[in-house]
């Protein structure tokens, strides 16, 4: 059974930092690279940020480059994205995913596994 499980979503101030975080478990966690992506209410999903399955190689949307970082710890079989300086355009629910190609790749399509998203709020 395979389950990723989001969190450190909440409210925020515009120019404010979240750390979300991703738990996988059912999965060789070390094989799969994994994604960020957002999804406003009733519209398909965005990429935002994809990180190599060693974490060697990262790759972000450009409207967050430079204010969020990917990141992964292995051993604990979790993917993190800090969001600094965030604006209210960022606003959304955030989800991890998990894919098995070594490709990087940035279509909601390509990936295997989801998580059910946690909510990020960011007020002006």
């Known amino acids: 059974q395979v389950q990723l499980v989001e969190s450190g979503g909440g409210l925020v101030q515009a120019g404010g930092s979240l750390r979300l975080s991703c738990a996988a478990s059912?999965?060789?966690?070390?094989?799969?690279?994994m994604g960020w992506f957002r999804r406003a209410p009733g519209k398909e999903r965005e990429f935002v940020a994809r990180?190599?399955?060693?974490?060697?190689?990262?790759y972000y949307t450009d409207s967050v480059k430079g204010r969020f970082t990917i990141s992964r710890d292995n051993a604990k079989n979790t993917v993190y994205l800090q969001m600094n300086s965030l604006k209210p355009e960022d606003t959304t629910v955030y989800y991890c995913?998990?894919?098995?190609?070594?490709?990087?790749?940035?279509?909601?399509?390509?990936?295997?596994?989801w998580g059910q998203g946690t909510q990020v709020t960011v007020s002006s």
């Open positions: 995913a998990a894919d098995r190609n070594a490709w990087r790749r940035t279509r909601p399509s390509d990936y295997e596994y």
């Open positions: 059912g999965i060789t966690f070390s094989t799969y690279a």
């Open positions: 990180i190599s399955s060693s974490g060697a190689s990262t």
